[in-house]
């Protein structure tokens, strides 16, 4: 049987003075999964995640949150929703403890129940130690882990993640990944927005890409990396003034080579070992040293490059707020 959908969306449309930030998106997003919406900045994903939450009005198109019409139905789908954005939404001149029983209290806790479920979120997100601290002496991580714990005060069944961990270190990164999956196993369903693929292989049962505010692909994780190869060698250089040297070494070696965001590394899609192998011994005889390299997945740009024929650093990012 096919499974319940927590969020239909068909044609949405938002466009912000002559540019369309988002163009016809379509989304079938099934409950009780974690469901990616992949894409650069400024590929549409936070405006897609503000109408979807009835934070903005769709220009057109239509869209269904656990069974209420986002435009119709706008307080419904409210009470049934929690959004962690891209920001952190706490107060910064309270202690973490603080934040938590305010919100409490908004939502309707009595001051026991409120206490009681703030000091119970603390202990469950790794912050009991900092809970008296002001938030603005928390780290990143910890402000983060606070900011989604505020999300959760009551347990949606829905949840937003819009860049969950960008900016975060790893160890960080992978406490936000497994509070995500711990929310799946009780439940919740979660749309994750992220420009991460390898976010996406961690989290998500499904995903789609999003590019210049249009769907461009539908599918897993592994699925999406297929199309840009089973294999890709990726080097990493000492010295990142070797660069274009480097590049133009494994272009004639294995084939076409992608820039990665880090100065000092490249990569080339690559499903044979031996070829791999010739293009690094290409490097070394002309002369380019290496501080490591490996044979391993595509990775975003290779996927994006694959799917647009541009790289993910090099879309043209569209407004995802009206100008003031």
Not at 36 to 47: E, I
Not at 103 to 112: M, P
């Amino acid at each position: 049987m096919p499974r319940e959908l927590a969020i239909e969306a068909t044609g949405l449309v938002k466009a912000f003075g002559a540019t369309r930030a988002v163009d016809g998106v379509d989304l079938a997003v099934p409950a009780g999964a974690v469901y990616g919406v992949l894409g650069p900045n400024g590929a549409g994903k936070t405006t897609t995640i503000r109408m979807l939450a009835t934070l903005l009005r769709p220009d057109a198109g239509s869209a269904c949150v656990l069974g209420h019409d986002v435009v119709g139905e706008a307080d419904a789908v409210r009470g049934a929703i929690s959004l962690t954005g891209q920001l952190a939404s706490v107060d910064e001149e309270l202690t973490g403890r603080e934040n938590l029983v305010l919100i409490a209290r908004l939502l309707g806790l009595g001051r026991a129940a409120a206490r009681a479920r703030a000091d119970e979120l603390l202990e469950a997100f790794g912050i009991s130690g900092a809970a008296g601290r002001l938030v603005k002496n928390y780290s990143g991580g910890m402000r983060r882990r606070l900011d989604i714990a505020a999300s959760l005060v009551v347990t949606p069944p829905l949840l937003f993640l819009d860049e969950p961990t960008t900016g975060l270190d790893p160890r960080s990164r992978t406490q936000v990944w497994e509070i995500a999956r711990a929310l799946v196993a009780e439940g919740t369903t979660i749309l994750l927005c992220t420009q991460y693929l390898e976010e996406a292989d961690q989290l998500a049962d499904g995903l789609v890409v999003i590019d210049r505010g249009r769907v461009i692909a539908e599918g897993t994780p592994g699925q999406l990396r297929s199309s840009a190869g089973s294999g890709s060698l990726h080097v990493r250089l000492i010295d990142p003034e070797q660069r274009p040297e480097a590049a133009r070494g494994l272009e004639q070696a294995v084939g076409p080579v992608v820039l990665e965001p880090d100065g000092a590394a490249l990569s080339a899609a690559c499903e044979d070992a031996a070829r791999a192998a010739a293009g690094v011994a290409e490097l070394a005889r002309a002369g380019v040293a290496l501080a490591d390299f490996s044979l391993g997945r595509p990775s975003l740009d290779e996927v994006f490059l694959a799917l647009t024929g541009h790289l993910a650093a090099d879309a043209a990012p569209v407004p995802e707020e009206q100008p003031s």
